[in-house]
């Protein structure tokens, strides 16, 4: 565990896409410099806003730009995300139901747990809204996990691969990832990944091959499921068990992967 006296350097990345934003996501932002100040006050937080649409370059920006400026972590919030949603306070401001505040969590948990990456879980666009958290097959196969499972589970979890919509990564992660081009340029760390020649069929996401980078690399890639974000589309995408949210395992499941029942939460100490 890191000695938290320690001074580090958190770069919050913000793809903006034109500066669209959900107000829930703007109003986050300022109760998360209230909670750095409370719960991380070494902590060096800075702002980096890319007015962009292309999501892939918009995360290798971000990633250039926290190694330029010397942070030591790099958190990611889609404009789309409403982090915390779930969480309800008492009169200290304290948690004080089942669900947990994202960065609370999530900088305690990096601090016992360095060089990884931890995210929220959260479901994607209607109709089939997908779960963006996958675990591998007994091929080795990366799939989504299903609702019903999703649902009931709790803590920090080891996966496969998760969404990029909220996620811290220690910077470390991008030193043990990195690759070099023939001519000694490094390469992207976030890349959509095509079956096909033309770029017309993609097989994963630049969040998705980021991830399983990292798994393939050693290293962990950690969602906690009491913290889960409600997803601003066309409609309000909620958490499983949500009224209106998809909550079945139908046809839009059926690549779906549970995650191993021997595999136990991780303790954040």
């Not at 595999?263 to 100490?269: A, D, T, Y």
Request: glycine fraction near 8%; charged fraction near 20%.
């Amino acid at each position: 565990m890191q000695d938290p006296k320690t001074t580090h350097k958190l770069h919050i990345s913000i793809p903006t896409g034109w500066n669209l934003m959900s107000p829930h996501t703007t109003l986050w932002f300022g109760k998360l410099m209230y909670e750095i100040g409370r719960t991380a006050p070494t902590l060096q937080p800075s702002m980096y806003s890319v007015n962009n649409s292309r999501i892939l370059m918009c995360r290798n920006m971000a990633v250039q730009d926290a190694r330029q400026s010397g942070a030591t972590h790099l958190l990611f919030v889609d404009p789309d995300m409403c982090p915390d949603y779930y969480v309800e306070w008492d009169e200290k401001g304290n948690p004080a139901g089942d669900a947990k505040p994202f960065f609370r969590e999530a900088w305690a948990f990096a601090q016992a747990h360095p060089g990884g990456v931890y995210a929220a879980p959260y479901c994607g666009v209607p109709p089939k809204e997908h779960i963006h958290v996958f675990a591998e097959d007994q091929n080795g196969v990366l799939a989504r996990l299903p609702h019903d499972q999703a649902k009931d589970l709790r803590g920090w979890m080891p996966v496969a691969a998760v969404g990029t919509g909220l996620m811290l990564i220690d910077m470390a992660v991008f030193d043990a990832l990195d690759q070099k081009t023939p001519n000694g340029e490094i390469q992207p760390h976030f890349m959509d990944v095509y079956t096909d020649s033309t770029y017309t069929k993609l097989r994963w996401s630049q969040d998705v091959t980021f991830c399983k980078r990292c798994t393939d690399a050693g290293v962990p890639v950690y969602v906690n499921f009491d913290c889960w974000c409600r997803h601003q589309q066309f409609k309000w995408v909620g958490r499983p068990g949500d009224p209106g949210t998809l909550n079945t395992n139908g046809p839009s499941e059926d690549r779906a992967c549970p995650i191993d029942k021997s595999v136990q939460p991780v303790p954040s100490l």
